[in-house]
């Protein structure tokens, strides 16, 4: 983990799953002082009254029980207001037409922001998760790069996370090469979670029928309108533009006899519009809310990855201000969408991002 085990005192973060469990398990094995945290999220004002399934009682006992079986003290931090928060911008993104990435804030100001209060509050010196990403040295300074284990890599959730933290967060599960060796670790412990399946979709809409949030909130982003073509022709109605995101093709209960895309969405008028998928094709986008990581020239080339699962693709980035860039595509890309992260690599290496505010035509 590129760092002086002796006697250090370290926060993990145990969630109940294999992931966490592994990193503390790695932790202790490395001799560190560990802590293990677990992050209470629930609250009633956060779900709209709902049952969802994540932080559930039986998470909390597997967190327990890893803690337990390792041989570490065990924390309860609740959090709950702080989530709910996260949830409230969740609503809020979906009314503005944004299609939103709630981990993202999640992780800077709930994981690793309430984490890091704690740990200073408890004078400990690391901070660490489950997260499959690494840190790396970069010119002397401490960076986020992409896991070992392929598909595996959550770098791009960590974007927003402040510089001076980087050289007191551990991610013991980065270096590991497959999700099949953190199982086979946690197996071997005999940890029961060792086959605890995946966490899947947004902990808090874990169904992924996030319309059912909207609608328990009551939200705007479920007002009925119109469907229109890009020449502005109404061809259809829907109930809520909430429902749509940028590049679906499913779903939109329209019929145009080609194969159309969401290519846009207007909040303010309640209006969706569908075209083709060359009218989806960006050559780039604008930024705001930027958070470097590593310092970055006025304009310079890298890979940017607009989506959770994208692969990335080579761009122009310039600066525009202190918190806004644009990027510049060098081939076309197809639905970037508004709300997510656009998050900045160099050799697998996180420089930093911002979030999306507009695509930009191809050619213009």
């Given at each position: 983990?590129?760092?002086?085990?002796?006697?250090?005192?370290?926060?993990?973060?145990?969630?109940?799953?294999?992931?966490?469990?592994?990193?503390?398990?790695?932790?202790v094995q490395a001799g560190f002082d560990v802590t293990g945290v677990f992050l209470c999220l629930q609250?009633?004002?956060?779900?709209?009254?709902?049952?969802?399934?994540?932080?559930?009682?039986?998470?909390?006992?597997?967190?327990?029980?890893?803690?337990?079986?390792?041989?570490?003290?065990?924390?309860?931090?609740?959090?709950?207001?702080?989530?709910?928060?996260?949830?409230?911008?969740?609503?809020?993104?979906?009314?503005?037409?944004?299609?939103?990435?709630?981990?993202?804030?999640?992780?800077?100001?709930?994981?690793?922001?309430?984490?890091?209060?704690l740990a200073d509050s408890l004078r400990a010196r690391y901070v660490a998760t489950g997260h499959y990403a690494r840190i790396t040295?970069?010119?002397?300074?401490?960076?986020?790069?992409?896991?070992?284990?392929?598909?595996?890599?959550?770098?791009?959730?960590?974007?927003?996370?402040?510089?001076?933290?980087?050289?007191?967060?551990?991610?013991?599960?980065?270096?590991?090469?497959?999700?099949?060796?953190?199982?086979?670790?946690?197996?071997?412990?005999?940890?029961?979670?060792?086959?605890?399946?995946?966490?899947?979709?947004?902990?808090?809409?874990?169904?992924?029928?996030?319309?059912?949030?909207?609608?328990?909130?009551?939200?705007?982003?479920?007002?009925?309108?119109?469907?229109?073509?890009?020449?502005?022709?109404?061809?259809?109605?829907?109930?809520?533009?909430?429902?749509?995101?940028?590049?679906?093709?499913?779903?939109?209960?329209?019929?145009?006899?080609?194969?159309?895309?969401?290519?846009?969405?207007?909040?303010?008028?309640?209006?969706?519009?569908?075209?083709?998928?060359?009218?989806?094709?960006?050559?780039?986008?604008?930024?705001?809310?930027?958070?470097?990581?590593?310092?970055?020239?006025?304009?310079?080339?890298?890979?940017?990855?607009?989506?959770?699962?994208?692969?990335?693709?080579?761009?122009?980035?310039?600066?525009?201000?202190?918190?806004?860039?644009?990027?510049?595509?060098?081939?076309?890309?197809?639905?970037?969408?508004?709300?997510?992260?656009?998050?900045?690599?160099?050799?697998?290496?996180?420089?930093?991002?911002?979030?999306?505010?507009?695509?930009?035509?191809?050619?213009?």
């Open positions: 983990m590129g760092c002086d085990a002796v006697q250090e005192k370290v926060l993990v973060a145990i969630s109940g799953g294999v992931d966490s469990a592994v990193a503390a398990a790695l932790l609250t009633d004002r956060a779900y709209g009254g709902n049952d969802h399934s994540c932080c559930s009682s039986q998470d909390a006992a597997d967190a327990r029980n890893i803690a337990s079986k390792l041989g570490i003290p065990f924390r309860v931090l609740s959090v709950a207001e702080d989530f709910a928060a996260i949830i409230d911008s969740f609503v809020e993104d979906y009314e503005n037409g944004r299609t939103p990435n709630p981990c993202i804030r999640c992780n800077e100001c709930v994981k690793f922001g309430r984490l890091f209060e040295d970069r010119g002397g300074h401490p960076t986020i790069a992409a896991a070992r284990a392929a598909g595996k890599d959550q770098s791009y959730v960590l974007f927003r996370l402040p510089r001076p933290w980087l050289g007191r967060i551990l991610f013991p599960v980065g270096d590991l090469e497959s999700k099949q060796a953190v199982r086979k670790i946690a197996n071997g412990l005999g940890l029961e979670v060792h086959d605890k399946p995946d966490s899947q979709d947004i902990c808090f809409v874990p169904d992924g029928d996030y319309a059912s949030l909207l609608e328990a909130r009551g939200s705007r982003a479920l007002r009925p309108g119109d469907i229109v073509d890009s020449s502005g022709r109404v061809v259809g109605r829907h109930d809520g533009y909430g429902r749509f995101t940028i590049g679906q093709r499913r779903g939109t209960g329209v019929a145009m006899g080609r194969p159309a895309y969401v290519i846009g969405i207007d909040p303010d008028n309640a209006v969706v519009t569908l075209g083709s998928r060359e009218e989806l094709l960006a050559g780039g986008l604008t930024a705001r809310g930027a958070n470097w990581q590593v310092d970055v020239p006025a304009s310079f080339d890298a890979t940017v990855k607009i989506r959770y699962n994208h692969r990335g693709a080579p761009a122009r980035i310039t600066l525009t201000a202190d918190d806004t860039f644009e990027v510049r595509f060098h081939e076309p890309i197809d639905a970037v969408t508004p709300g997510q992260g656009a998050v900045v690599y160099s050799d697998g290496c996180l420089l930093g991002g911002g979030w999306i505010q507009e695509s930009l035509k191809y050619g213009v």
